[in-house]
Nanobody, 122 residues
Framework: QVHLVESGGGLVQAGESLRLSCAASGRAFSRYAMGWFRQAPGKEREFVAAISGLGRNSYYADSVKGRFTISRDNTKNTVSLQMNSLKPEDTAVYYC???????????????WGQGTQVTVSS
């Protein structure tokens, strides 16, 4: 089974940056597509970004394009989300996710982390 642990959340002011990390357990990490989702109070969980197993393809929600960058280091079993120019509407719990394909991870992923809180003040 895949276990995912997010870290790097915190409180920042609008316009600042944060970098989230997700550490995955187990072997064959590169066989999994990875993604990030977020959920704000009173809203449904929404897709943020995804990256293919070898890191050759990435995908982003329109709301974060040009501001967020997803990356992975398969030698360390980690996935990161660099978040720049943060806005108050980015405030949410951010979740790391994994599945066998990018299509699957952007839909209903099989594996989830516990989440990390990101709060952006105006």
């Amino acid at each position: 089974q895949v276990h995912l642990v997010e870290s790097g959340g915190g409180l920042v002011q609008a316009g600042e940056s944060l970098r989230l990390s997700c550490a995955a357990s187990g072997r064959a990490f590169s066989r999994y597509a990875m993604g990030w989702f977020r959920q704000a109070p009173g809203k449904e969980r929404e897709f943020v970004a995804a990256i293919s197993g070898l890191g050759r393809n990435s995908y982003y929600a329109d709301s974060v394009k040009g501001r967020f960058t997803i990356s992975r280091d398969n030698t360390k079993n980690t996935v990161s989300l660099q978040m720049n120019s943060l806005k108050p509407e980015d405030t949410a719990v951010y979740y790391c996710a994994a599945d066998t394909t990018t299509t699957a991870v952007m839909g209903l992923p099989d594996y989830w982390g516990q989440g990390t809180q990101v709060t952006v003040s105006s």
